[in-house]
T-cell receptor, first 119, second 110 residues
Framework: GAVVSQHPSRVICKSGTSVKIECRSLDFQATTMFWYRQFPKQSLMLMATSNEGSKATYEQGVEKDKFLINHASLTLSTLTVTSAHPEDSSFYIC???????????????FGDGTRLSIL | RKEVEQDPGPFNVPEGATVAFNCTYSNSASQSFFWYRQDCRKEPKLLMSVYSSGNEDGRFTAQLNRASQYISLLIRDSKLSDSATYLCVVKQGGADGLTFGKGTHLIIQP
């Protein structure tokens, strides 16, 4: 069964809307969560790394004021796309790395992804 | 130069055939290597880790050549269900995220 739950799976909204995506680790504590983005026919690109209780680290070219990340607990990280525009339409995927558990045999556990479409 | 490079394909292969993919990476400090599989509009799923000694998991064999900085994946006796995009993934170690290649699209034909 899924070990990382991502919600919502699909969002369609108007330009200018802010969209929040949740990523939850199930059955394990995730000290680190990652947010990726994938445009059609492109590779997954790491956007940011978030550690519980501290500020996220953003990759070069990713606007931290546009993509707000909150990692308030060991099981939940949220990504908010503020004032989304059509060029933000993409597939957003989170992943979580387990601290000390059976789940640490994989480098990261991925959520199902969120397909965001901005009209 | 891209960090992780793969031939995007598509590779059209008849069922039962053997197919091999290669991938090269640019960062010689990379520490961990993986093959992921991604089905259309789905999240990537770990297929196997790749070790210098080579490793096999059923019909799948992965090899790592650190000197040449390339990774390979061999699929024997291919099945229709093997049709997917195969992502070469590299990790620099520490707390860094994963670096993904664009993927190689494989189509197994009956």
């Amino acid at each position: 069964g899924a070990v990382v739950s991502q919600h919502p799976s699909r969002v369609i909204c108007k330009s200018g809307t802010s969209v929040k995506i949740e990523c939850r680790s199930l059955d394990f504590q995730a000290t680190t969560m990652f947010w990726y983005r994938q445009f059609p026919k492109q590779s997954l690109m790491l956007m940011a790394t978030s550690n519980e209780g501290s500020k996220a680290t953003y990759e070069q070219g990713v606007e931290k004021d546009k993509f707000l990340i909150n990692h308030a607990s060991l099981t939940l990280s949220t990504l908010t796309v503020t004032s989304a525009h059509p060029e933000d339409s993409s597939f957003y995927i989170c992943s979580a790395r387990a601290r000390d558990s059976w789940y640490s045999n994989q480098p990261q556990h991925f959520g199902d992804g969120t397909r965001l479409s901005i009209l | 130069r891209k960090e992780v490079e793969q031939d995007p394909g598509p590779f059209n292969v008849p069922e039962g055939a053997t197919v091999a993919f290669n991938c090269t990476y640019s960062n010689s400090a990379s520490q961990s290597f993986f093959w992921y599989r991604q089905d259309c509009r789905k999240e990537p799923k770990l297929l196997m880790s790749v070790y210098s000694s080579g490793n096999e998991d059923g019909r799948f064999t992965a090899q790592l050549n650190r000197a040449s900085q390339y990774i390979s994946l061999l699929i024997r006796d291919s099945k229709l269900s093997d049709s997917a995009t195969y992502l070469c993934v590299v990790k620099q170690g520490g707390a860094d995220g994963l670096t993904f290649g664009k993927g190689t699209h494989l189509i197994i034909q009956p």
